[in-house]
């Protein structure tokens, strides 16, 4: 990840609320000096009404001929 090595990232995996919620209240992770990298699983298409509205219109937007 853009140059990080072991000793400067570290890399987190969370697949629900429950660890999401420990992952953020984990002082390891909280105070650590490295860069931290969380890839989050969600359901497919979960995401706050605003985003999806804004990926269509960019969707739209890309489709149009010139």
Known sequence: MFGATPETAKTYQVKTKEEVN????????????????V????????????LKMTAEASAKNNAKVE
């Open 22 to 37: 420990a992952l953020f209240s984990d002082s390891e992770f909280t105070d650590s000096d490295k860069l931290r990298f």
């Open 39 to 50: 890839e989050l699983y969600m359901p497919k298409e979960d995401a706050p009404l605003a």
